[in-house]
Nanobody, 121 residues
Framework: QVQLVESGGGLVQAGGSLRLSCAAS????????MGWFRQAPGKEREFVAV????????YYADAVKGRFTISRESAKNTVYLQMNSLKPEDTAVYYC??????????????WGQGTQVTVSS
């Protein structure tokens, strides 16, 4: 049974940093593209960042490029999202997603339950 468990969310002031973690069980990261998505109140879920299943490429939404970094640690079967220079508009529930031999976009094979990130001005 595949499970994705996010953690690391919280309340931070604008300009601050947070690191989100996504602990995966029941799958091997080297076979899954892993991504982060977010959903703000009243808005649709949107793509944030993704790392391909080979680990060779990373893609970011324009809104977070240069501020967020996605990485993975195979030994811990965990994917991270380092978020720096946070802005109030980054406030959202952040979700981890996994796709087998594919890159998560609007759809994915598996989703986590989400972790809340709130950025105060």
């Amino acid at each position: 049974q595949v499970q994705l468990v996010e953690s690391g969310g919280g309340l931070v002031q604008a300009g601050g940093s947070l690191r989100l973690s996504c602990a995966a069980s029941g799958l091997t990261l080297s076979s899954y593209g892993m991504g982060w998505f977010r959903q703000a109140p009243g808005k649709e879920r949107e793509f944030v960042a993704v790392v391909t299943w080979t680990g060779s490429k990373r893609y970011y939404a324009d809104a977070v490029k240069g501020r967020f970094t996605i990485s993975r640690e195979s030994a811990k079967n965990t994917v991270y999202l380092q978020m720096n220079s946070l802005k109030p508009e980054d406030t959202a529930v952040y979700y981890c997603a996994a796709s087998y031999h594919n890159t998560p976009r609007s759809s994915a094979d598996y989703w986590g339950q989400g972790t809340q990130v709130t950025v105060s001005s």
